[in-house]
């Protein structure tokens, strides 16, 4: 039996072609996870000397993380759906209040980092505390993406 929790968001997914299902992949997501635990691993660096680039690969490592998940369901987000596919994806299955709440605090991470990424006059600059915010929210969903795999409760989205 599949993770119910979010069901009907992930089919609604999957039917606007945003996600698509695939060969579940324990292998794609523990080369997922590496990846997300490297870029945690050199932003943690460069929090200082480069904090746009340190949140920016923060975000990548949450993502991966998150996509992680979606790997060992058969789900992977389409071009059309891409990172946003993927954030909700989580955030419907697995954010709880007083819990894993942390999946809900993807999107605002992705905005903060898009806003990096394609400045305007009015984006804020980075500095060394938002650089270490993302860190810490990175961090928190890999944790989270961890214990949710070792709980051994997520199958095959069906």
Not at 5 to 27: K, T
Not at 38 to 60: C, F, N
Not at 121 to 127: L, T, W
Not at 141 to 150: E, M, W, Y
Request: hydrophobic fraction near 40%; glycine fraction near 8%.
């Amino acid at each position: 039996m599949s993770w119910q929790r979010g069901h009907a968001e992930v089919e609604r997914l999957i039917a606007d072609g945003e996600l698509q299902q695939v060969a579940p992949s324990a292998e794609v997501a523990s080369r997922l996870l590496a990846d997300a635990d490297a870029h945690i691993r050199l932003a943690s660096k460069g929090t200082s000397d480069d904090p746009a680039g340190a949140l920016q690969l923060s975000y990548d490592a949450a993502r991966k993380a998150a996509a992680a998940l979606l790997a060992v369901q058969g789900l992977r987000a389409t071009t059309r759906g891409g990172h946003i596919a993927v954030i909700d994806t989580v955030r419907a299955q697995f954010n709880e209040r007083g819990g894993m709440e942390v999946f809900g605090r993807l999107h605002a991470m992705r905005r903060r980092r898009n806003r990096t990424e394609y400045p305007d006059e009015d984006s804020p600059g980075v500095d060394e505390h938002d650089a270490q915010q993302a860190l810490y929210t990175a961090q928190a969903v890999i944790d989270a993406t961890k214990q949710l795999l070792d709980s051994g409760r997520l199958d095959v989205f069906e």
